[in-house]
């Protein structure tokens, strides 16, 4: 099997399965004018989100890593009237031309923005009370995904749901000698996941036109 394969699966499933509209057009066009890195979620995957958003009745979600807005646009039409989304962005040309495209999606009231390193951002929602969070998804810097997982985890409540993106990297996951720092942030993850009874978790392996990667989902369990 190969990229080209993967690829075609990806098209086929997303032509026939995924809905697609001028917001979300606008949305990757925008990204893509502005020069931004193509690296949302494929177009199945963000179905997938949807669908788990829908599945917890989600109201509230934490995203890390806005990049574009689009996995943003796909959580926040999950959401039943009166749901929030907060989503966090470091690179503040990133967060403006999302900012754009959520307003373009209408979706100003849903979402909540904030632009800066989440590390630095999260002590501001802290004092603000924000979570329980029903659903949060990690896709930002991969180094600190324990670090947003724990912070997570620390605003979840019994049923909610942690997603973690890009853990398995090209199978490196599997490596214990694997030097880069993602990744051993990926097996940081999972060795965490094993001593924690808050969470029951697995780890489902993905190809796609985004190549060869995987998330990790985490459901806090009821007491
Ligand atoms: N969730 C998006 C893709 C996010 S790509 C989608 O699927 O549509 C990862 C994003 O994380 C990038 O936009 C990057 O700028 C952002 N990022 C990197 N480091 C970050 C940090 N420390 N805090 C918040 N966001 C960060
Ligand atoms: C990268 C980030 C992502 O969220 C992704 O899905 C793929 C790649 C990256 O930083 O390279
Ligand atoms: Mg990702």
Redesign the pocket.
């Known amino acids: 099997m190969d990229h080209e394969t993967f690829s075609a699966v990806d098209e086929f499933v997303t032509a026939n399965l995924v809905e697609h509209d001028e917001a979300l057009q606008g949305a990757l066009d925008a990204a893509e004018a502005a020069g931004?890195?193509a690296?949302?979620?494929s177009p199945p995957?963000?179905k997938l989100l949807q669908i788990l958003a829908r599945l917890q009745g989600a109201k509230t979600v934490l995203?890390?890593?806005?990049?574009?807005?689009?996995?943003?646009i796909?959580l926040a039409r999950a959401l039943p009237p009166g749901g929030r989304l907060i989503?966090?962005?470091?690179?503040a040309e990133?967060a403006e031309v999302?900012g754009a495209s959520i307003e373009r999606a209408g979706l100003g009231e849903v979402v909540d923005l904030r632009v800066?390193?989440?590390?630095?951002?999260l002590p501001a929602l802290e004092q603000e009370g924000a979570g329980p969070f029903d659903l949060t998804?990690i896709?930002?810097?991969k180094v600190?995904t324990p670090n947003y997982f724990a912070w997570a985890l620390d605003h979840s409540h019994p049923g909610s749901l942690i997603i973690a993106?890009n853990v398995v990297r090209n199978g490196s996951l599997g490596d214990a000698h694997d030097a880069d720092p993602a990744t051993k942030a990926q097996r940081a993850l999972h060795e965490t996941l094993a001593n924690e009874s808050r969470v029951t978790a697995t780890t489902i392996q993905t190809v796609g036109g985004k190549g060869y990667d995987g998330f990790t989902i985490a459901l806090v369990e009821r007491a």
């Open positions: 931004l890195p690296i949302q979620v995957q963000g995203e890390f890593g806005t990049l574009g807005g689009y996995s943003t796909l989503t966090l962005e470091a690179n990133y999302a800066g390193p989440a590390l630095e951002t998804f896709d930002a810097d600190n993106d």
